[in-house]
């Protein structure tokens, strides 16, 4: 799987449910979109990871969607006590324990492979033993910035993803999104051949552009996922004219995407000859039952397309999502 933070996570939560319901041994590989992460008060934040990883842990904060459990913020209000910037991204307490353990072996010299490893030791590997692999997408530093009209000054400015998200809640005008350091990037260890040597590859309904397009910014994961023998399988995370949760709506119009289950699919391609430009990734597409209407249009850009109930309210009706998806691509498996 290509994962983001929250809609990645839940979708992860509802494919092992299904792999638990069918006792098979299977395993999964997710690869999770480091464009999120920054640096603050001197430590590296890695969101998606982390929401991942707190998330099959059972350590997240199951209303917030991401974030420690039990959370409290003291260290937060006492940098606001000193004046230090940036006051709008919180971490919590639990939370900053986790990002110290990352910042010193990164310091030490440890990839963020290895950490992430290390710090899933703790929460993966008690529950789900080797059944479940984390890797971030890339090791070197790739980070999405937003050029915005800065509402302060109305100057154009290149923002951190982070502070066009979170502080300014995707509110402000946009004119473009960059994967700063993606060009240069090299997929981490383990990613291509994760993609590579598998029976199914899933997009999670995770945010096409700043989750899912991130991830394919990084060279050779496009064309791993163009190449592998394995089916191709997305679910939309754009149900009717808008996104679940989150804010894809935005990030889409800033690409020129339409916010549609179909607009996404066809931005995505059909991996076929021909498909997506040349260069599509999908042999399959899962839209909501409400966006029925929407198939025809998709299977006429190459992608065979069903409609499902696409509602992550629980792992159930979301395993019930990942079975849909594998009856699209591996009918009877
Ligand atoms: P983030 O990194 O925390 O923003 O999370 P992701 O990128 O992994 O996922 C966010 C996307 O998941 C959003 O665009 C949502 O529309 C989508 N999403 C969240 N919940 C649901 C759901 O229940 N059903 C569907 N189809 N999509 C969902
Ligand atoms: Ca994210």
Redo the contacts with the bound molecule.
């Keep these: 799987m290509l994962?983001?933070?929250?809609?990645?996570a839940?979708f992860i939560q509802g494919l092992l449910r299904l792999v638990e319901r069918t006792s098979s041994a299977t395993t999964v590989t997710v690869i999770a979109n480091t464009g999120?992460d920054i640096w603050v008060h001197g430590l590296k934040v890695c969101p998606?990871l982390d929401?991942v990883m707190y998330t099959l842990g059972s350590g997240i904060d199951t209303d917030r969607g991401w974030g420690r459990t039990d959370e409290t913020w003291h260290a937060k209000e006492e940098l606001a006590a000193y004046g230090v910037e940036p006051t709008w991204f919180g971490l919590g307490d639990r939370d900053l324990a986790t990002h110290l353990v990352r910042t010193q072996m990164l310091d030490a010299g440890f990839s963020l492979s290895k950490v992430t490893d290390a710090l899933c030791r703790r929460w993966l590997s008690p529950i789900w033993g080797a059944r479940v692999r984390l890797l971030p997408m890339s090791d070197d530093r790739v980070e999405t910035h937003v050029v915005i009209d800065d509402p302060a000054d109305g100057e154009q400015r290149a923002v951190h993803f982070q502070e066009y998200w979170i502080r300014h809640q995707a509110s402000v005008s946009a004119s473009a999104v960059v994967a700063i350091g993606a060009d240069r990037s090299a997929p981490a260890p383990g990613v291509i051949e994760a993609i590579s040597d598998t029976d199914l590859v899933v997009l999670?309904?995770?945010?096409p552009v700043v989750?899912v397009g991130t991830i394919l910014a990084v060279p050779g994961i496009r064309d791993a996922l163009r190449t592998t023998t394995a089916p191709v399988v997305g679910?939309?995370?754009?149900?009717g004219d808008d996104?679940?949760?989150?804010m894809?709506r935005q990030l889409l119009g800033i690409i020129g995407v339409e916010v549609s289950a179909a607009g996404v699919a066809e931005h995505y391609g059909s991996r076929r000859p021909g498909g997506g430009n040349g260069d599509g990734i999908l042999d399959g597409w899962l839209v909501?039952s409400v966006d029925a209407p929407s198939v025809d249009r998709i299977e006429k850009a190459g992608i065979p397309a069903r409609a499902v109930p696409?509602?992550?309210t629980d792992h159930d009706a979301t395993a019930d999502m990942a079975q849909a998806a594998i009856d699209l691509v591996l009918p009877g498996r």
């Design positions: 994962s983001g933070g929250v809609g990645g839940r999120d998606d929401t999670p309904p995770s945010n989750s679910v939309s995370g754009i149900v996104h679940v949760h989150g894809a909501d696409l509602m992550m």
